[in-house]
């Protein structure tokens, strides 16, 4: 089964914003909605053992009949640690390129869950500003990639369904591949444990 939903062009806060505020009496059926959207996509496109980020982009890729584009990025403070543009024939994430793996994955992971609740937004960025933003890829491309300000529901469950893949990824002692470093694997591990 292929998913055929086209996306937004972009997401992110707004500077300073939180994404406005979360209606909570909505709360549990959102975190119902979350759950069921992670376990659907997870029976599609299972999560590799060992677990590695690129390989199940490739399962989603596959899945979706779209290209995904992964980019790091310079973080700079104040500004998103990741974004995702839909583009005419493929998706573009862009993440944190100086952080670690594990953090790195997550911020895919969250703009991974925008992409398939094809969460949609407001546009802000100019492509100058794109382009002093990422100068080494061309302005048109990232000219709304960094720039669409999303409510607080959807943050919310983008930050949730993240929480939640990254969870299955790393919470088997099969998800900590073999070769990672002693730090990389009690990283895994004590995430796993704080998200229950």
């Avoid at 959102?30 to 299972?46: H, I, K």
């Avoid at 290209?67 to 990741?82: H, N």
Wanted: aromatic share 4%; hydrophobic share 45%; glycine share 6%.
């Amino acid at each position: 089964m292929t998913s055929s939903v086209i996306a937004p062009r972009c997401t992110r806060l707004a500077p300073g914003e939180r994404g406005g505020p979360i209606d909570e009496r909505g709360l549990p059926a959102l975190r119902d909605r979350a759950r069921e959207r992670v376990r659907a996509v997870l029976a599609a496109v299972p999560l590799p053992r060992p677990w590695s980020m690129n390989a199940w982009v490739d399962g989603l890729e596959a899945w979706r009949g779209r290209e995904i584009d992964l980019v790091p990025i310079a973080y700079r403070p104040g500004q998103p640690s990741g974004a995702w543009q839909a583009r005419p024939d493929y998706d573009l994430i862009a993440y944190t390129e100086h952080t670690s793996a594990l953090h790195q994955d997550h911020i895919i992971a969250h703009e991974l869950a925008h992409m398939l609740c094809a969460h949609t937004g407001t546009c802000l960025m100019a492509e100058a500003e794109a382009a002093e933003l990422a100068p080494d890829l061309e302005p048109r491309a990232l000219s709304h990639l960094l720039t669409r300000v999303t409510t607080g529901t959807d943050e919310y469950e983008a930050e949730l369904m993240a929480v939640l893949l990254m969870s299955a990824a790393t919470s088997e002692p099969a998800a900590v591949q073999p070769g990672a470093s002693g730090r990389a694997a009690d990283q895994a591990r004590r995430l796993a444990a704080l998200l229950g």
